[in-house]
């Protein structure tokens, strides 16, 4: 409704010569306070300036040439100018295009038709995978759905570091001081073996020269034995994330991983070096960005081995020869941003690409209520006993409301609760901010969670599964409040996904998704649907919320239940 406003009013001021965009006026239109004062409103105080008359003459002039077709009343009150919708006409057609289109509601008319590759989650293998990786992960997930909803190809490209120096203090603690256990696929022993490194390298500075000795092996290949224990120990990591990412409905259309490009990258420094593009300081090679304010990008080490920001050059170049996509977007911590900075720059200057075409997004860290999370210190919640203190809590949930179901159907709610829970906590938060995560708040039942829109669909479903079909005609008479606010939040979804497209930003499409939740159940408490007079719309009104709640739950990678 509100692009329809936005094109009428674009015409008139064309014909006044004042050229603006539909956007551009699509963000002036106001929702006012109250209904009495109308649905919509636009502002035309900017307009005095443009066309030296007084606003309110403006208003009233633009209102004159407005006609009444979509509304059943327009008044100027001041410098606004405010619609009244047809208020049954509104709700009818609002429905009918839901359950006409289902889960195509909500896409842009026009196809955007791009190529975009998107890298995201990029979990080291010998390290945990705790509750800090869920937000890269849920905001890369949801972001490509976004994507892909606005009629986007997206290729979805999962990055790991599988060599360097954390896979060296790895594997040299575990022969040293680990030998003699068995190796596990156990996210828990694998995160307990580099953490206990990192403690004894603090107490003890002169052993990281065995570690440096064993990264130099790694890098070289030659020791048979130690490559055989390093492939092993990799893929107990890799094959620990694959359950992983299907309970976090997360996928991946390619993997790569450091050791892949590391030659490569080898190859890309000293082709540099050569160039006179990267220069030698103190044996190590280096990028320079003082003058730029971004200080120095070391390449490779003294001792030649070649450091993670010289494989992401060679993985950039990777990407673009293998993908040759419209866009290139990573997601990454904002503790990353200086390097990411440092690696467009350096792209740049070997003329592989562009910030238009290659760029980042950042997501603020995870905390933890006593601080930041760490998988040097194990100060961190890995996500595998995370999950599992989840699913048991919701499991007592349920059985206290002495609900007999199978102990399979109880995992799959207690699953889907718990996943529900988990990323919408961390998809509702805009994703520059940092999160303090606090587990009970995360296992709130009630008000701005993910379980309380889980709810609010199965309490819908509810009410459908008592009703007959039904082939009337839908026939609308003296809309009750609630039902106006429910169906006029119905109508917003298309321009929240514009919004969260635009902005790659989850967590609008988080937060329509409680609001509408919240409008269903005011709804539900103050308009019996069964046996009432509006009996059909109303049946048909709760199933364009279930669409739509469906709709947005699938954007941000949230599954429905049918029951809780």
Known sequence: MKEIIAKIIKKILDGKKVHLTEDEILNLIEIPPSSEMGDYSFPCFFLASRLKQNPNQIADGIKDKIQLKEFEEIKVAGAYINFFLDKSKFAKETILEIIKKKTNFGKPAKKENKKIVIEFSQPNTHKAFHVGHIRGTSLGESISRILEFCGNKVIRANYSGDTGMHVAKWIWCYQKYHS??????????????????????????????????????????????????????????????????????AKFDDYFFESEVEKRAKEISLELLKKGIAKKDQGATIMDFKNSGMGVWILLRSDGTVLYSAKDLAFAEKKIKKYKADE???????????????????????????????????????????GKMSSRTGDNILYSNFIDEM??????????????????????????????????????????????????????????????????????????????????????????????????????????????????????????????????????????????????????????????????????????????
């Open 180 to 249: 003699k256990e068995k190796l596990r696929n156990d996210e828990s022993w694998i995160a307990s073996i580099y953490v206990d490194a990192v403690k004894r390298l603090e107490k003890n500075e002169k052993l990281q020269e065995e570690v440096n000795e064993i990264n130099r092996k790694l890098e070289d290949k030659k020791d048979k034995k130690l490559n055989e224990l390093w492939k092993k120990t990799r893929k107990l990591s890799i094959d620990s994330w694959k359950k992983i990412y299907r309970e976090l409905n």
């Open 328 to 370: 290139y977007l990573v997601l990454v911590a904002d503790e990353q941003r200086l390097h990411f900075e440092q690696l467009i720059k350096t792209l740049e200057i070997m003329k592989l690409t562009n910030r238009k075409i290659y760029d980042f997004l950042t997501f603020g860290l995870v905390r933890l209520p006593t």
């Open 391 to 564: 699913k048991k809590h919701v499991k007592n949930e349920m059985k206290n409301r002495g609900e007999k179901i199978s102990e399979k159907e109880l995992e799959n709610r207690a699953l889907n609760i718990s996943i529900a829970a988990i990323k919408y906590s961390m998809l509702k938060q805009g994703a520059n901010k940092n999160i303090i995560f606090d587990k009970n708040e995360a296992l709130n039942f009630e008000g701005d969670s993910g379980a309380y829109l889980l709810y609010s669909y199965a309490r819908a479903n509810s009410i459908l599964k008592k009703t007959k079909k039904q082939n009337s005609k839908i026939e609308i008479k003296n809309l009750e409040e609630k039902e106006i606010n429910l169906v006029k939040i119905l109508s917003q979804f298309p321009e929240i996904v514009s919004n969260a497209r635009k902005n790659k930003s989850p967590s609008a499409i988080a937060n329509y998704s409680h609001e509408l939740a919240q409008k269903f159940n005011e709804f539900y408490h103050a308009c019996p649907v069964l046996n009432s007079k509006n009996e059909l719309f109303r049946i048909k009104l709760v199933e364009s919320f279930m669409q739509v709640m469906e709709n947005s739950l699938h954007l941000l990678g949230i599954g429905i239940l049918d029951k809780m």
